[in-house]
């Protein structure tokens, strides 16, 4: 019991402490040390499901560092996709040999992510996002907030940039900003902002876009997120803003 409430513990530090690196500081060093930490207990312990766990954040881990280096101005070309990708199938393994099918989601979704986001592969992505979003969304599922937040994200810019539906992109991107509100943690609400914005603006709904840029930028800032963060925002605006008055001096 205490070996397996001190793994708890430690997930639970790692998980803070990956949000706020991702977020705000950039530094992974504490998430990692945390999750390694966690990780040689479930190597004493042999618990699989903590394992698994471990091991799903150790992927999302790697991958906050991938985004990190992506916002930095490093090339997809020079990312690491391939040890990300072995860590998200290393757990997806576990939880099924373990029969935990509701608990494959978050496996799913980093599989989604190494193909969409680092590679640049929506044909290949979906798959594992369809299969993540099916699960995420059972009543039963009891799936953690953030991650039916980021599913719908996922999902919503599919619609945005790939299968071109504003309609359905902005009902999954609001869906994602609502459950972001409904966590309540300050540091993840901008980017669902700037997110539905992005939607609604192709949408041609330019009021609600620069009302919502509008939060994301004030909430950016005071969240003190990351510098790259708050720019974007802040471009994002600006650009908002310009298309708004370019489309109101047309004639009409």
């Not at 869906?175 to 993840?188: I, T």
């Not at 930028?217 to 298309?243: N, T």
Request: charge should be negative.
């Amino acid at each position: 019991m205490a070996n397996e409430q001190n793994v708890r513990e430690l997930l639970a530090a790692a998980d803070e402490a990956l949000i706020e690196a991702g977020f705000r500081t950039g530094d992974f060093e504490k998430a990692r040390e945390l999750l390694e930490a966690a990780l040689a207990e479930t190597d004493r312990s042999g618990d699989m499901t903590v394992r698994a766990g471990v091991l799903d954040r150790l992927g999302m881990l790697a991958h906050y560092e991938n985004i990190t280096k992506l916002m930095n101005g490093a090339e997809a070309e020079g990312i690491d996709s391939d040890s990300e990708e072995k860590l998200f199938r290393q757990a997806l393994a576990c939880w099924q040999e373990l029969g935990e099918q509701a608990a494959t989601a978050q496996s799913l979704f980093g599989l989604g992510l190494v193909f969409q986001v680092l590679r640049r592969d929506w044909m290949t992505a979906m798959p594992y996002y369809w299969q993540a979003l099916g699960l995420v969304s059972d009543p039963g599922a009891n799936a953690d907030l953030y991650l039916r937040s980021e599913v719908h994200r996922h999902v919503g810019f599919y619609f945005l940039v790939e299968d071109v539906q504003p309609t359905e992109a902005v009902r999954h991107l609001q869906m994602s900003l609502d459950l972001r509100e409904e966590l309540g943690d300050q540091r993840r609400i901008p980017s669902g902002l700037v997110a539905l914005a992005q939607a609604e603006l192709a949408a041609g709904s330019h009021d609600r876009a620069i009302e919502l840029l509008t939060r994301a930028v004030a909430g950016a800032r005071e969240a003190g997120l990351a510098p790259q963060r708050i720019e974007d925002a802040e471009q994002r605006l600006r650009e908002a803003e310009a298309a708004a008055a370019k489309g109101n001096a047309s004639p009409g």
